[in-house]
């Protein structure tokens, strides 16, 4: 209900969605067993976080990020590795090889150019084939057709060990160092300077995703390969995270730096960055106060499933709205990632958005905005409403 006093709302969610008010002062905490609403003429002072948000350590928060990454990552990976296709071939990447096709003979070909009923057959030999047209991709739908037609239904989850070593270490940084990061500024800011309470969680979530970022960079950029690049000999199979990583230092072998070759590793880090720090600061300070208001709606009726509910409806709104955002960042990187090493380390993040407006326009830039908003509207919702749920389940095994 509208009019149920704050600290009626389950005591177990996250600190912030009952400790902040927008206006910039700071709402009375959560009264264990309490049903009565603060005095509206009592004046904002400080406040003990929630009783969950503190008991649970550093290793308890981490444990529940990495269980909703787990889950997330599992789930929208078809999207991943269809936005990342999109981007690959406004690069470049080439999905076909026509010519070493053509080497092996007619059965080499129809095994391996396997048409979508749409396409408009040529001849090779006498025998029908696909023309390269059939292999451009033209939206998501058509990535996941042709995925699962010429590369078998695995192919959508291609990736998936790689973004699960990503997902879980990089989301057990973020979410704790996140919830950490705000409840410092927050107790800061609170005595010190309330006006600047409500930007607490855009600046810790900008924080905690820069620490994550670069911590989990490699396997970031052996992700974004195996996405984005194809097998085309049959009966084998594609290369794995570590020797994808492997073929990203080969080029650099020859050389006798052998320490900073290793930044290779880090290729589009600075790309990385400059789309994810953004995506952080917009989705956190747009998450937190519709799941306030949604938390506030709920008040004294409220359960777990309706607070789960409140969690993910407001992080599906706000990654939403950050991935559509950031979408020309994300393209920026995903290039910086697929290109030739070399090249890749002499270029800049600017230089690689330059590059992409030339060539592409507006367009270029927002190549895969559609996979990429399906992906992180869903994904940001289940790993922040997982998180919650875990952190509630640790909590009230503590306390039992």
């Given at each position: 209900?509208a009019g149920c006093s704050r600290g009626s709302l389950p005591t177990w969610?996250?600190?912030?969605a009952s400790r902040v008010d927008l206006t910039g002062g700071a709402a ?373």
């Amino acid at each position: 209900m509208a009019g149920c006093s704050r600290g009626s709302l389950p005591t177990w969610m996250t600190a912030a969605a009952s400790r902040v008010d927008l206006t910039g002062g700071a709402a009375s905490p959560p009264h264990l067993g309490s049903s009565s609403s603060p005095s509206p003429s009592s004046s904002p002072g400080p406040a003990p976080s929630s009783g969950a948000d503190q008991e649970l350590g550093m290793f308890e928060r981490a444990l529940s990020a990495a269980g909703a990454a787990f889950v997330s990552a599992i789930i929208v990976n078809p999207l991943d590795v269809a936005k990342t296709r999109l981007q690959a071939q406004a690069a470049g990447v080439l999905y076909h090889q026509p010519p070493q096709m053509a080497a092996l003979g007619p059965d080499a070909i129809l095994s391996e150019f396997k048409c979508s009923p749409s396409c408009t057959r040529g001849l090779i030999l006498g025998e029908p084939v696909c023309p390269p047209d059939c292999f451009q991709y033209k939206g998501t739908l058509d990535v996941f057709l042709k995925v699962v037609r010429q590369e078998g239904f695995g192919r959508l989850w291609r990736g998936t060990n790689a973004g699960l070593a990503l997902a879980v270490p990089t989301v057990g940084i973020y979410l704790p160092c996140y919830d950490i990061f705000r409840n410092w500024i927050e107790d800061f800011t609170r005595s010190n300077a309330p006006g600047l309470t409500p930007y607490a969680p855009l600046v810790a979530g900008s924080v905690a995703r820069s620490l994550a970022c670069i911590a989990c960079s490699p396997i970031e950029l052996a992700r974004t390969r195996m996405q984005a690049y194809k097998e085309f000999r049959p009966g084998v199979k594609p290369p794995g995270m570590y020797k994808t990583l492997v073929g990203v230092l080969s080029p650099l072998a020859s050389s006798s730096q052998n320490v900073q070759n290793y930044r290779a590793l880090w290729t589009g880090v600075g790309a990385q960055l400059a789309r994810d720090v953004p995506f952080s600061g917009i989705c956190w300070s747009t998450l937190e106060p519709i799941r306030r208001k949604l938390l506030g709606l709920v008040g004294e009726e409220g359960n777990a499933a309706s607070v789960l509910g409140a969690n993910f409806a407001a992080g599906f709104v706000a990654g939403s709205l950050a991935a559509g955002a950031t979408c020309p960042l994300d393209v920026a990187k995903t290039r910086r990632q697929i290109e030739d090493t070399e090249k890749a380390m002499r270029m800049t993040t600017r230089q690689t958005l330059t590059e992409i407006w030339r060539s592409g326009g507006v367009k270029g830039l927002f190549t895969g905005v559609g996979p990429r908003v399906a992906r992180a509207g869903p994904s940001v919702g289940i790993v922040v409403s997982f998180y919650e749920v875990v952190k509630y389940a640790l909590h009230q095994r503590q306390t039992s």
